[in-house]
């Protein structure tokens, strides 16, 4: 694990959603305050709206991908490419970027009032977890994408 893993988990046990965790870790570095990047991003958690679609985590690493690639030129393929692998690794790590799929076997509302995060809550959801994936996987191509720029 790394550290902006673990602080992303931390932001997660601290109340955070997922995807205001992922995107927390990475905002500064990426030119955004951390405040406005849980703002951004709060509206993502449980699947979009605890609506149980796309993985918060998934779309916290998409806003830091636009954060650190996107140009001023405005090159959506170039973006979109970037989007899909990350999905990509993420899906092969885990074998979805859909919550709901990620939370099979585990009782799921949409209600839009947010599960108690207690000690129960951690034992039976993969979220946390999750989190720190989408945060390693993100880091991984950050690190890759600077390895081909020095060389």
């Known amino acids: ?15 955070y959603n997922c995807s205001q965790s992922v995107l927390g870790v990475f905002c500064e570095e990426l030119g955004m ?3 406005t990047a849980i703002k951004i991003s ?19 690493m998409f806003m830091a991908a636009g954060l650190a690639f996107c140009t001023s030129e405005n090159n959506k393929a170039e973006q979109y490419k970037i989007v899909q692998e990350l999905a990509k690794r993420f899906k092969e790590k885990n074998g979805s970027i859909i919550c709901r799929e990620l939370l099979q ?33 993100f880091e991984d191509y950050l690190n890759e994408v600077k390895a081909k720029t020095i060389v």
């Open 105 to 137: 076997g585990i009782e799921s509302s949409t209600s839009p009032i947010p599960s108690e995060r207690n000690q129960n809550y951690y034992k039976k959801r993969p979220c946390i977890e999750l989190v720190g994936d989408a945060v390693e996987i």
């Open 33 to 35: 305050d951390f405040e």
């Open 1 to 15: 694990m790394s550290v902006k893993s673990e602080k992303a988990k931390e932001l997660f046990k601290q109340g």
């Open 42 to 60: 709060s509206s993502f958690g449980g699947g979009m709206g605890r609506m149980r679609e796309v993985c918060g985590t998934v779309s916290g």
